[in-house]
């Protein structure tokens, strides 16, 4: 059964501290993305990316976020100092190549930053 | 730029009754539409899409939605529902246009409440 897997899927780091979350797409997807859940802004599009390449993280704060993929089968989302105010349920979601739109997202990674 | 609009916060249904979760959208060319769910702390689902053709569109688990052009609406429906379609429901767009641009922009979600 193939599926997107987040790690970690719990995190509480204090203020300040780096956090780093992962992400396995789905085999043969090129597509991923990273969205982030908070209750007052709803689902956020933080950044994508297609065959590895970054193609938009204009959604994303640059000063302290940073997206990567080093390689296909693993994306990163880094947060370097973290605010209480990232707070938030972090999901990466991939896609097949031609891409109509259908996402299969992880079960995200919950942060609590403190 | 694209937006969606789901108006409703939260809509009760007794279980057996048809439902309707309502969402408009905004998109500058011609949308894909679609409807995701997501249950307590799980990723979303998706549900069914609508690119181009016939304006009903059918999807997963008896759900289906109306793309309606004049009234730019993409209504999800379900002729009878179960209290296991409880869940948070989000309408989401891609513009056609966006040169390129992949990633899906989400309404703010509307929570389906089915009572026994």
């Known amino acids: ?114 | 730029a694209q937006s969606v609009a789901q108006p409703e916060d939260q809509v009760n249904v007794a279980e057996g009754n048809p439902l309707t979760v309502k969402c408009t959208y905004s998109v500058s060319g011609n949308p894909y539409l679609f409807w995701y769910v997501q249950y307590p702390n799980r990723g979303l689902q998706f549900l069914l899409k609508y690119i181009t053709g016939d304006n009903l569109v059918k999807g997963s688990y008896g759900f289906e939605a109306e793309f309606n052009k004049s009234q730019t609406s993409f209504h999800l429906k379900k002729p009878s529902a179960l209290v296991s379609d409880s869940a948070l429901y989000f309408c989401a767009v891609r513009d056609l246009s966006g040169g390129g641009a992949d990633g899906l922009t989400f309404g703010k979600g509307t929570h389906l409440i089915i009572q026994p």
Not at chain 1, 9 to 16: A, F, L, S
Not at chain 1, 26 to 44: A, D, K, P, S
Not at chain 1, 94 to 110: D, M, P
């Open chain 1, 1 to 114: 059964d193939a599926r997107v897997t987040q790690t970690p899927r719990h995190k509480v780091t204090e203020m300040g501290q780096e956090v780093t979350m992962r992400c396995q797409p789905i085999l043969g997807h090129n597509t991923v993305f990273w969205y982030r859940q908070t209750m007052m802004q709803g689902l956020e599009l933080l950044a994508y990316f297609r065959n590895r390449a970054p193609l938009d993280d204009s959604g994303m704060p640059k000063d302290r976020f940073s997206a990567e993929m080093p390689d296909a089968t693993l994306a990163t989302l880094k947060i370097q100092p973290s605010e209480p105010r990232d707070s938030a349920v972090y999901f990466c979601a991939s896609a097949a190549g031609h891409n109509t739109g259908e996402l299969f997202f992880g079960e995200g990674s919950r942060l609590t930053v403190l």
